[in-house]
């Protein structure tokens, strides 16, 4: 069974994909805490801070997803050069670090597919939303250098999701009020669900997706492309 590395697995997101890609794939994940998903190979690593224990690595990896990510909303004069240095960190360079710690495995596949995440706010410019677009931008760019560099055997894209019903995204969707109002802003008249977004993933790590890079796929409920009137 092909092997891949799964990156923030813990939680949301990550979790899953992860729970999603089981019965498909030997799972190594990489996180502060195991996400408790059968089979899984768990190394400690805090992707804000820590060096990649590369040693903790198979021979060959088939797959890298890294999922960690942060909502940071504030208006741009409230944000200083921290809060723009920790988004960039955790979102661009913990990504850097795995990729660079993996690639030596992902290479020796010969077929491979690396998979990061963005946002549906690099593609529509969205206010309070300065540091954590800065950052996720970044990721796009990556994605792209990456693609040309590593192909034809390494594959590289990304996914940009709208809101997301996961833990980071509490803060936003306490009451009712505020859910119905976030389901609302969508064409689709709903927030996103952790399985629409694991499903995206499993198609770009599958061999479905096998003529895709540099690519970023957008499951937003229609929020970046679409208008509705009425």
């Known amino acids: 069974m092909p092997e891949i590395l799964i990156v923030g697995a813990s939680s949301g997101i990550g979790r899953a994909v992860t729970h999603t890609l089981t019965e498909s794939y030997s799972i190594r994940t990489a996180s502060r805490q195991p996400s408790g998903a059968a ?43 921290a809060a723009f240095r920790e988004d960039f960190e955790l979102n661009l360079l913990g990504a850097v670090r795995a990729i660079r710690a993996a690639l030596p495995a992902l290479k020796a596949s010969g077929d491979a597919s690396v998979v990061l995440f963005s946002s549906v706010a690099v593609a529509l410019g969205m206010p309070m939303h300065a540091s954590i677009a800065a950052a996720k931008g970044a990721v796009e760019g990556l994605v792209r250098a990456l693609a040309a560099e590593l192909a034809p055997g390494v594959r590289v894209n990304a996914i940009a999701p709208s809101l997301t019903e996961t833990p ?4 936003l ?22 399985e629409d977004i694991a499903a995206a993933a499993a198609y770009l790590l599958s061999s479905e997706s096998s003529w895709m890079t540099g690519q970023v796929l957008r499951p937003d409920g229609g929020m970046s492309s679409l208008r509705r009137f009425g």
């Open 39 to 81: 089979g899984e190979r768990h190394i400690h690593w805090d992707a804000a801070k820590d060096p990649f224990p590369i040693e903790a690595l198979p021979k060959v990896l088939s797959g890298l997803v890294y999922c960690p990510g942060s909502i940071r909303l504030a208006p741009f004069e409230r944000l200083d050069d």
């Open 168 to 171: 980071l995204a509490g803060s």
């Open 173 to 194: 969707l306490r009451t009712e009020r505020q859910r119905q109002g976030a389901a609302e802003r969508h064409p689709l008249a709903r927030i996103g669900r952790p």
